[in-house]
């Protein structure tokens, strides 16, 4: 079974400034699919960048991207120039081709933003 | 822009009653999802649906639960007879296609209570 890390509950950055969140996760599968979501406190789910193990490139949305390192099953989310907006629990999540769909999702990081 | 609709956004019920909550997923999606949060915790999978059959459950998902896709729109889940550790955030969620990484697209979620 597949399992997602995110071994920080909660982290802080100024305004402007860069932050980077962590999620290890572990699987024996070749391909699949990784996912960072955002989830302010409406609740809502909101999907902030995915990536596609077969994609060396690292995925880019704006100011946040994400640094996959696929041997060591590490997937960083780096928020630059963070903006208040960005106070959220964001979810690291993991989706298995052959599991229709199924996403596993790690714990959480509190991440907030200060002015 | 389309999105995924939830209803109601607050449920409360007695232990032991039976609830339905209902989701609208964006109209061409083929694959609908429902995911369960208890409060602070992560966000767990329940079952996945194509084709108006299960694709997959998770070891949560037992007999108490069923899904139905009783017309061309709705999606629903029913709690057949509610228990306390029933109480949790349930997100809908609804994609094109399932297992190949496209996004999901998650509903405000239904807010479940039970006393």
């Known amino acids: 079974a597949q399992t997602v890390t995110q071994s920080q509950p909660e982290m802080s950055v100024q305004e402007a400034e860069t932050v980077t969140l962590s999620c290890t996760y572990d699987?024996?599968?070749?391909?699949?699919?990784l996912f960072w979501y955002k989830q302010p406190p409406s609740r809502q789910m909101i999907l902030v960048i995915r990536?596609?193990?077969?994609?060396?490139q690292n995925a880019t949305e704006n100011r946040f991207s994400v640094n996959f390192q696929k041997a060591a099953k590490s997937f960083s989310l780096k928020i630059s120039d963070s903006q208040l907006g960005d106070t959220a629990m964001y979810f690291c999540?993991?989706?298995?081709?052959?599991?229709?769909?199924?996403?596993?999702f790690g714990d959480g990081t509190t991440l907030t933003v200060k002015p | 822009e389309p999105e995924v609709t939830q209803t109601p956004s607050h449920q409360v019920t007695q232990m032991g009653q039976e609830v339905i909550l209902r989701c609208v997923p964006i109209?061409?999606?083929?694959?609908f999802y429902w995911y369960r949060q208890i409060l602070g915790q992560k966000v767990e999978f329940l079952v996945s649906?194509?084709?108006?059959?299960?694709?997959?459950k998770s070891e949560i998902f037992d007999d108490q639960f069923s899904v139905e896709r009783p017309d061309g729109s709705n999606f629903t889940l029913k709690i057949r007879s509610t228990k306390l550790e029933d109480s949790a955030m349930y997100f809908c969620?609804?994609?094109?296609?399932?297992?190949?990484?496209?996004?999901?697209?998650f509903g405000p979620g239904t807010r479940l209570t039970v006393l």
């Open positions: 969620a609804s994609s094109e296609v399932g297992g190949s990484g496209n996004e999901q697209f």
């Open positions: 699987t024996s599968e070749s391909n699949y699919y």
């Open positions: 109209s061409n999606h083929l694959y």
């Open positions: 990536q596609e193990a077969y994609k060396q």
């Open positions: 649906f194509y084709n108006n059959e299960i694709s997959e």
């Open positions: 999540a993991f989706m298995s081709p052959v599991r229709a769909g199924k996403s596993t």
